[in-house]
Protein backbone atom coordinates (compact mmCIF):
# COMPACT_ATOMS: atom_id res chain seq x y z
CA UNK A 1 0.00 0.00 0.00
CA UNK A 2 1.24 3.46 -0.42
CA UNK A 3 1.81 6.69 1.17
CA UNK A 4 -0.17 8.32 -0.74
CA UNK A 5 -3.57 5.42 -0.37
CA UNK A 6 -2.42 4.81 3.12
CA UNK A 7 -3.14 8.52 4.38
CA UNK A 8 -5.83 8.61 2.37
CA UNK A 9 -7.81 5.60 4.44
CA UNK A 10 -6.73 7.48 7.65
CA UNK A 11 -8.15 10.70 6.40
CA UNK A 12 -11.52 9.28 5.15
CA UNK A 13 -11.34 6.75 8.24
CA UNK A 14 -10.99 10.85 10.34
CA UNK A 15 -13.61 12.06 8.71
CA UNK A 16 -16.34 8.66 9.14
CA UNK A 17 -15.46 9.48 12.81
CA UNK A 18 -15.85 12.93 13.17
CA UNK A 19 -19.47 12.91 10.91
CA UNK A 20 -20.48 10.23 13.24
CA UNK A 21 -20.45 12.79 16.57
CA UNK A 22 -22.43 15.10 14.72
CA UNK A 23 -25.63 13.00 15.58
CA UNK A 24 -24.99 12.91 19.26
CA UNK A 25 -23.83 16.77 19.61
CA UNK A 26 -26.90 17.91 17.68
CA UNK A 27 -29.04 15.83 19.47
CA UNK A 28 -28.09 17.12 22.56
CA UNK A 29 -28.99 20.77 21.42
CA UNK A 30 -32.08 19.87 20.03
CA UNK A 31 -33.08 17.85 23.25
CA UNK A 32 -32.41 21.66 24.77
CA UNK A 33 -35.11 22.83 22.97
CA UNK A 34 -33.22 23.71 19.24
CA UNK A 35 -34.95 23.34 16.29
CA UNK A 36 -33.29 20.71 13.74
CA UNK A 37 -33.33 23.47 11.33
CA UNK A 38 -31.60 25.85 13.69
CA UNK A 39 -29.05 23.44 14.41
CA UNK A 40 -27.91 22.79 10.76
CA UNK A 41 -27.68 26.51 10.34
CA UNK A 42 -25.63 27.16 13.44
CA UNK A 43 -23.66 23.99 12.09
CA UNK A 44 -22.72 25.14 8.38
CA UNK A 45 -22.97 28.28 9.43
CA UNK A 46 -20.27 28.31 11.61
CA UNK A 47 -18.08 26.21 10.10
CA UNK A 48 -18.20 28.65 7.29
CA UNK A 49 -16.94 31.51 9.48
CA UNK A 50 -13.90 28.95 10.49
CA UNK A 51 -13.38 27.92 7.56
CA UNK A 52 -13.27 31.71 5.64
CA UNK A 53 -11.50 33.13 8.14
CA UNK A 54 -9.03 30.32 7.62
CA UNK A 55 -8.70 30.95 3.50
CA UNK A 56 -8.25 35.06 4.65
CA UNK A 57 -5.14 33.56 6.72
CA UNK A 58 -3.56 31.26 4.03
CA UNK A 59 -4.32 32.28 0.82
CA UNK A 60 -4.56 29.39 -1.33
CA UNK A 61 -5.81 30.31 -4.13
CA UNK A 62 -9.80 31.45 -3.84
CA UNK A 63 -9.96 34.12 -6.48
CA UNK A 64 -8.16 31.27 -8.91
CA UNK A 65 -10.70 28.39 -8.04
CA UNK A 66 -13.68 30.42 -8.53
CA UNK A 67 -12.54 31.46 -11.37
CA UNK A 68 -11.66 27.94 -12.76
CA UNK A 69 -14.29 25.96 -10.84
CA UNK A 70 -17.02 28.80 -9.88
CA UNK A 71 -19.96 27.22 -11.14
CA UNK A 72 -19.33 23.47 -10.20
CA UNK A 73 -18.31 24.93 -6.43
CA UNK A 74 -21.86 26.69 -6.55
CA UNK A 75 -23.61 23.29 -7.08
CA UNK A 76 -21.12 21.33 -4.73
CA UNK A 77 -22.48 24.52 -1.62
CA UNK A 78 -25.73 23.88 -2.90
CA UNK A 79 -25.89 20.07 -3.09
CA UNK A 80 -23.12 18.17 -1.15
CA UNK A 81 -23.51 20.74 1.68
CA UNK A 82 -27.11 21.91 1.85
CA UNK A 83 -28.85 19.27 0.29
CA UNK A 84 -27.38 16.13 1.67
CA UNK A 85 -29.35 17.90 5.35
CA UNK A 86 -32.27 19.86 4.13
CA UNK A 87 -33.15 16.39 2.19
CA UNK A 88 -32.67 14.17 5.03
CA UNK A 89 -34.21 16.63 7.91
CA UNK A 90 -37.36 16.37 5.59
CA UNK A 91 -37.21 13.04 5.15
CA UNK A 92 -37.47 12.44 8.48
CA UNK A 93 -40.80 14.11 8.60
CA UNK A 94 -42.48 11.75 6.76
CA UNK A 95 -40.15 8.16 7.77
CA UNK A 96 -38.66 6.38 10.85
CA UNK A 97 -35.40 7.90 11.14
CA UNK A 98 -33.43 4.67 10.83
CA UNK A 99 -35.23 4.29 7.06
CA UNK A 100 -34.39 7.95 6.26
CA UNK A 101 -30.68 7.09 6.97
CA UNK A 102 -30.52 3.97 4.69
CA UNK A 103 -31.79 6.01 1.82
CA UNK A 104 -29.49 8.68 2.19
CA UNK A 105 -26.66 6.45 2.67
CA UNK A 106 -27.87 4.24 -0.85
CA UNK A 107 -25.18 7.43 -1.95
CA UNK A 108 -22.15 4.77 -2.22
CA UNK A 109 -23.98 2.75 -4.22
CA UNK A 110 -24.96 5.90 -6.33
CA UNK A 111 -20.83 6.58 -6.06
CA UNK A 112 -20.25 3.51 -7.90
CA UNK A 113 -22.83 2.97 -10.38
CA UNK A 114 -21.96 6.26 -11.98
CA UNK A 115 -18.56 5.87 -11.99
CA UNK A 116 -18.84 2.60 -13.92
CA UNK A 117 -21.72 3.56 -16.00
CA UNK A 118 -20.94 7.08 -16.86
CA UNK A 119 -16.92 7.13 -16.30
CA UNK A 120 -16.88 3.40 -17.17
CA UNK A 121 -14.28 2.81 -14.92
CA UNK A 122 -15.78 -0.33 -13.29
CA UNK A 123 -14.59 -1.09 -10.07
CA UNK A 124 -12.62 -4.10 -8.70
CA UNK A 125 -14.60 -7.52 -7.39
CA UNK A 126 -13.16 -6.80 -3.75
CA UNK A 127 -14.69 -2.99 -4.34
CA UNK A 128 -18.18 -4.54 -5.18
CA UNK A 129 -17.87 -7.63 -2.64
CA UNK A 130 -16.88 -5.08 0.12
CA UNK A 131 -20.05 -2.59 -0.94
CA UNK A 132 -22.81 -5.50 -1.30
CA UNK A 133 -20.93 -6.63 2.31
CA UNK A 134 -21.53 -2.85 3.72
CA UNK A 135 -24.39 -2.06 2.78
CA UNK A 136 -25.49 -5.43 4.32
CA UNK A 137 -24.67 -4.23 7.39
CA UNK A 138 -26.30 -1.23 7.04
CA UNK A 139 -29.16 -2.93 6.58
CA UNK A 140 -29.06 -4.82 9.65
CA UNK A 141 -27.55 -1.49 11.58
CA UNK A 142 -30.97 0.46 10.84
CA UNK A 143 -32.94 -2.38 10.87
CA UNK A 144 -35.09 -1.15 8.08
CA UNK A 145 -37.43 -3.78 9.01
CA UNK A 146 -38.68 -2.33 11.71
CA UNK A 147 -40.12 1.04 9.96
CA UNK A 148 -43.47 -0.04 8.71
CA UNK A 149 -45.40 1.15 6.03
CA UNK A 150 -43.13 3.82 3.97
CA UNK A 151 -44.56 7.55 2.75
CA UNK A 152 -43.49 8.33 -1.13
CA UNK A 153 -42.89 12.31 0.21
CA UNK A 154 -40.56 10.25 2.85
CA UNK A 155 -39.15 8.03 -0.40
CA UNK A 156 -38.07 10.87 -2.84
CA UNK A 157 -36.62 13.10 0.14
CA UNK A 158 -34.33 10.24 1.31
CA UNK A 159 -33.31 9.63 -2.44
CA UNK A 160 -32.76 13.02 -2.71
CA UNK A 161 -30.42 12.73 -0.05
CA UNK A 162 -28.59 9.90 -1.74
CA UNK A 163 -28.15 11.79 -4.19
CA UNK A 164 -26.85 14.93 -2.73
CA UNK A 165 -24.63 12.85 -0.49
CA UNK A 166 -23.03 10.90 -3.63
CA UNK A 167 -22.47 14.31 -5.56
CA UNK A 168 -20.27 15.08 -2.10
CA UNK A 169 -18.04 12.21 -3.06
CA UNK A 170 -17.87 12.99 -6.83
CA UNK A 171 -17.37 16.68 -7.14
CA UNK A 172 -14.54 16.56 -4.25
CA UNK A 173 -13.20 13.49 -6.04
CA UNK A 174 -12.74 15.83 -9.57
CA UNK A 175 -11.36 18.46 -7.47
CA UNK A 176 -7.99 17.99 -8.06
CA UNK A 177 -7.16 21.72 -8.94
CA UNK A 178 -9.33 23.34 -6.36
CA UNK A 179 -7.28 22.96 -2.68
CA UNK A 180 -9.58 21.18 0.11
CA UNK A 181 -9.52 23.98 2.15
CA UNK A 182 -11.26 26.80 -0.75
CA UNK A 183 -13.71 23.34 -1.47
CA UNK A 184 -14.82 23.11 1.81
CA UNK A 185 -14.96 26.93 3.41
CA UNK A 186 -16.53 28.38 -0.05
CA UNK A 187 -18.76 24.98 -0.13
CA UNK A 188 -20.28 25.99 3.50
CA UNK A 189 -20.16 29.35 2.66
CA UNK A 190 -22.77 28.63 -0.30
CA UNK A 191 -24.79 26.05 1.59
CA UNK A 192 -25.13 28.58 4.71
CA UNK A 193 -26.86 31.08 1.92
CA UNK A 194 -29.03 28.11 0.81
CA UNK A 195 -30.52 27.35 4.63
CA UNK A 196 -30.64 30.93 5.18
CA UNK A 197 -33.16 30.90 1.94
CA UNK A 198 -34.63 27.68 2.22
CA UNK A 199 -35.70 29.45 5.99
CA UNK A 200 -36.44 33.25 4.89
CA UNK A 201 -38.97 31.43 2.78
CA UNK A 202 -40.54 29.13 5.05
CA UNK A 203 -39.44 26.37 3.49
CA UNK A 204 -36.88 25.80 6.42
CA UNK A 205 -38.12 26.60 9.89
CA UNK A 206 -34.84 28.04 11.33
CA UNK A 207 -35.21 28.27 15.51
CA UNK A 208 -32.42 28.63 17.65
CA UNK A 209 -33.59 28.91 21.38
CA UNK A 210 -32.12 30.03 24.16
CA UNK A 211 -29.67 28.19 26.28
CA UNK A 212 -32.21 28.34 29.48
CA UNK A 213 -34.38 26.00 27.57
CA UNK A 214 -32.84 23.47 29.48
CA UNK A 215 -29.39 21.65 29.63
CA UNK A 216 -27.33 20.11 27.35
CA UNK A 217 -26.38 16.58 27.86
CA UNK A 218 -23.42 14.80 26.80
CA UNK A 219 -21.72 11.78 28.72
CA UNK A 220 -24.00 12.20 31.55
CA UNK A 221 -23.43 15.65 31.98
CA UNK A 222 -24.49 19.19 30.74
CA UNK A 223 -21.86 20.87 29.32
CA UNK A 224 -23.68 24.21 27.97
CA UNK A 225 -24.56 24.85 24.30
CA UNK A 226 -21.28 26.57 23.36
CA UNK A 227 -19.66 23.72 23.98
CA UNK A 228 -21.82 20.95 22.11
CA UNK A 229 -22.40 23.84 19.58
CA UNK A 230 -18.71 24.55 18.93
CA UNK A 231 -18.06 20.43 18.90
CA UNK A 232 -20.55 20.56 16.10
CA UNK A 233 -19.07 22.76 14.09
CA UNK A 234 -15.16 22.38 14.75
CA UNK A 235 -15.10 18.57 14.61
CA UNK A 236 -18.22 17.31 13.08
CA UNK A 237 -18.17 19.81 10.45
CA UNK A 238 -14.83 21.91 9.52
CA UNK A 239 -12.31 18.70 10.68
CA UNK A 240 -15.08 16.00 9.22
CA UNK A 241 -15.18 18.14 5.64
CA UNK A 242 -11.64 18.92 5.47
CA UNK A 243 -10.13 15.26 6.45
CA UNK A 244 -12.91 14.16 3.66
CA UNK A 245 -12.08 15.88 0.79
CA UNK A 246 -8.44 15.15 1.56
CA UNK A 247 -9.39 11.66 1.60
CA UNK A 248 -11.05 11.66 -1.35
CA UNK A 249 -8.17 13.11 -3.27
CA UNK A 250 -6.20 10.41 -2.36
CA UNK A 251 -8.23 7.33 -2.93
CA UNK A 252 -10.89 8.11 -5.08
CA UNK A 253 -14.85 8.33 -4.53
CA UNK A 254 -16.05 5.00 -4.66
CA UNK A 255 -13.82 3.85 -2.01
CA UNK A 256 -13.61 6.93 0.08
CA UNK A 257 -17.36 6.57 -0.32
CA UNK A 258 -17.39 3.12 1.09
CA UNK A 259 -15.09 4.13 4.18
CA UNK A 260 -17.84 6.28 4.87
CA UNK A 261 -20.06 3.82 6.00
CA UNK A 262 -18.04 3.53 9.10
CA UNK A 263 -19.98 6.80 10.18
CA UNK A 264 -22.99 4.80 10.99
CA UNK A 265 -20.77 2.58 13.68
CA UNK A 266 -19.25 5.83 14.95
CA UNK A 267 -22.41 7.13 15.67
CA UNK A 268 -24.06 3.90 16.97
CA UNK A 269 -20.76 4.15 19.52
CA UNK A 270 -21.40 7.56 19.90
CA UNK A 271 -25.43 7.71 20.92
CA UNK A 272 -24.25 5.03 23.43
CA UNK A 273 -21.36 6.89 25.20
CA UNK A 274 -22.52 10.11 25.11
CA UNK A 275 -26.31 9.92 25.36
CA UNK A 276 -26.97 6.45 26.61
CA UNK A 277 -28.24 4.75 23.97
CA UNK A 278 -27.15 1.25 24.19
CA UNK A 279 -27.20 -0.49 20.08
CA UNK A 280 -28.99 -3.91 20.36
CA UNK A 281 -27.66 -6.76 18.62
CA UNK A 282 -28.17 -6.15 14.92
CA UNK A 283 -26.55 -2.91 15.25
CA UNK A 284 -23.71 -4.61 16.56
CA UNK A 285 -23.28 -7.29 14.16
CA UNK A 286 -24.32 -4.93 11.13
CA UNK A 287 -21.21 -3.11 12.10
CA UNK A 288 -19.39 -5.71 12.58
CA UNK A 289 -20.06 -6.37 8.47
CA UNK A 290 -19.45 -2.71 7.53
CA UNK A 291 -16.02 -3.13 8.92
CA UNK A 292 -15.40 -6.16 7.20
CA UNK A 293 -16.53 -4.32 3.79
CA UNK A 294 -14.68 -1.98 4.45
CA UNK A 295 -11.22 -4.12 4.94
CA UNK A 296 -12.37 -5.94 1.32
CA UNK A 297 -12.44 -2.18 -0.17
CA UNK A 298 -8.76 -1.82 1.17
CA UNK A 299 -7.14 -4.66 -0.61
CA UNK A 300 -9.27 -4.26 -3.49
CA UNK A 301 -8.51 -1.98 -6.78
CA UNK A 302 -8.99 1.65 -6.72
CA UNK A 303 -12.43 2.01 -8.63
CA UNK A 304 -11.04 5.99 -9.71
CA UNK A 305 -7.58 7.64 -10.25
CA UNK A 306 -7.59 10.81 -8.89
CA UNK A 307 -4.53 11.84 -10.67
CA UNK A 308 -6.52 11.32 -14.12
CA UNK A 309 -9.23 13.06 -13.56
CA UNK A 310 -9.91 16.87 -15.00
CA UNK A 311 -10.96 19.31 -12.68
CA UNK A 312 -13.88 20.06 -11.12
CA UNK A 313 -15.60 21.71 -14.10
CA UNK A 314 -14.56 20.52 -17.91
CA UNK A 315 -14.49 23.19 -20.38
CA UNK A 316 -15.83 20.86 -23.21
CA UNK A 317 -19.10 22.87 -23.90
CA UNK A 318 -20.84 19.02 -24.42
CA UNK A 319 -19.97 18.10 -21.08
CA UNK A 320 -23.20 17.12 -19.18
CA UNK A 321 -22.05 15.57 -15.59
CA UNK A 322 -24.35 16.04 -13.04
CA UNK A 323 -23.66 15.37 -9.67
CA UNK A 324 -25.62 12.27 -8.14
Known sequence: MTTRTSSGLGFAVASAIAFGLSGPFAKSLIDAGWSSSGAVLVRIGGAAAVLLALLAVTRPGVLAALRADGPALVVYGALAVAGVQVAFFNAIRYLPVSVALLLEYLGPVLVIAWVWVVRRQPPGRRTILGGLVAIVGLLLVVQ??????????????????????????????????TPPTVLAGVGMTIGT???????????????????????????????????????????????????????????????????????????????????SELPGPWQLAGGALI??????????????????????????????????
Request: overall charge negative; some cysteine; hydrophobic content about 60%.
Open 291 to 324: LLGIVLTRSGPTAVAPADLPPIVDPAPHDERAPG
Open 144 to 177: VWSGGALDPAGIAWGLAAAACQASYFLLADRATE
Open 193 to 275: AVVVVLGLAGVLPIVVTAPTAGPVVLAGADVGWPVAAALLVLVSTVVAYLTGVAAIERIGAARGSLVALLEVVVSTLASWLLL
